[in-house]
């Protein structure tokens, strides 16, 4: 019931009520309630109620009550609307849109949401261990959501170490490039649920210590976009989830010979193609910061409540646009690219395309940024290889294969330009890989024209 209205059960030999038609309407400060037969009916804001056995003198109390019955005659109250009668039944206000997911009263946060798909889905074995996975990845999202936000008050801006900290990429890291990894890399070793983390700013995977291992392994970019950090532009964290495999679990046993081929052993389990992906996602950290998340059964969008500090599902089944009108590209790049790429973004400006429409062009230079953008509104976007950067600049692991397990998830389409980004066997940790990704018809084009090459 909405707010102000009670109802109370007080014991079993309670007289049952009929309600005829009960509309409640907010009443600023009404307590007003009576007692029947041991249950106490609140009639703050009722506007017909039909209580089987109920006297005259009592309606004619009631009826004194804040925004409460209008009437003392039992006769009237009754006929006053003819709507099927049943026992004990209060219509709740209607909710103000039919797709509303957020209520004040009970949210579905995103705690709630894994337990219920895990209920949901018994033989999904691997959903019952997400739970504590995405409880340690929620946490450190919570985290770094507010080292990014008091990051120029805290002093956490610019490079680490004054410029002369780099990781295994060559990349200059930034403070908070660091200090998310940790986070992250902590939260996760205590779920307990972790055999193998691997992260763009570790030059090889970690093996988590065996009395906090688990059987899963995870991938992530801590922060992604964290040059734009220092303008406050928005950035993220982006994860995939593996399970290892069966046969050959990671088990570290320091009485058994050489720790480094075990270890080795256990970092091979790293190596698998995107489409073995149990779960995937990214943390958005900007105006709100966004958590979207697939388990293999749609795509989901959670939204941090600083209110009650949890992420609540906002965006519930998100589904990409078949066809977008923005395309997203580095431009700067346009004269490396190949012929054909060339051809079908000149289509994009000038509308000669499949859809005839002349597209936008929106880029942030911040994959998470882009891709929820594109996500959201349809559309394509592309870091693709060109002359100077044959592979492209993204990593294949923690962020091609993540975010193209999202946008199939959610009906679109991610690929190399040649072939489905999910396919490709992994060579090595750090690889890189070309990535164009959007909406199915979008890509498609693109697609087609490469093969009719």
Known sequence: LSHGHKYTKAHKSTRSLRVVFCRPVQVSGCDSSFWFSGVEVSTCGLLCICVRGITREMLGFVSGGAGALRTSSRKAVC??????????????????????????????????????????????????DLQSIMSGIQVACKKISSLVSRAGITNLTGLEEGGGSVNVQGEEQKKLDVLSNEVLKNSLRFSGKMGVIASEEEDEP??????????????????????????????????????????????????????????????????????????????????????????????????????????????????????????????????????????????????????????????????????????????????????????????????????????????????????????VMPTAVHQRLPLILGSKEDVQELVDLYQAE
Request: hydrophobic share 35%; proline share 4%.
């Open 206 to 423: 970690v093996v988590v210590d065996e009395v906090s291992s688990g059987n899963y392994v995870c991938v992530f970019d801590p922060l992604d976009g964290s040059s734009n950090i220092d303008a406050a532009v928005a950035t993220g964290t982006i994860f995939g989830i593996f399970a290892e495999d069966n046969e050959q679990p990671c088990l570290i046993d320091d009485d058994e010979g050489d720790l480094d081929a075990q270890k080795a052993a256990c970092l091979v389990q790293t190596m698998q193609p995107g489409k073995n992906l149990v779960a995937a996602g990214y943390c958005m950290y900007s105006s709100s910061c966004m958590l979207v998340l697939t388990t293999g059964h749609g795509v989901n969008g959670f939204t941090l409540d600083p209110q009650i500090g949890e992420f609540v599902l906002t965006h519930p089944n998100m589904q990409i646009p078949s066809r977008g009108k923005i395309y997203s590209f580095n431009e700067a790049n346009y004269p490396d690219w190949d012929p054909t790429l060339q051809k079908y973004v000149d289509s994009l400006k000038d509308g000669s395309n499949k859809s005839g429409a002349k597209y936008s062009s929106r880029y942030i230079g911040s994959l998470v940024a882009d891709v929820h953008r594109t996500l959201l509104y349809g559309g394509i976007f592309g870091y693709p290889g060109d002359a100077k950067n044959v592979n492209g600049k993204l990593r294949l692991l923690y962020e091609c294969a993540p975010m193209s397990m999202l946008l199939e998830e959610a009906g679109g389409m991610a690929t190399t330009g040649r072939e489905r980004v999910l396919d």
């Open 79 to 128: 006929s006053r609307t003819r709507t099927s009668v049943g026992v004990v039944r209060m219509v709740q206000a209607p909710a103000k849109s039919s797709t509303a997911v957020h209520s004040d009263v009970s949210p579905m946060t995103l705690t709630r949401y894994m337990i219920e798909e895990s209920n949901q889905n018994l033989d999904k074995e691997h959903l019952v």
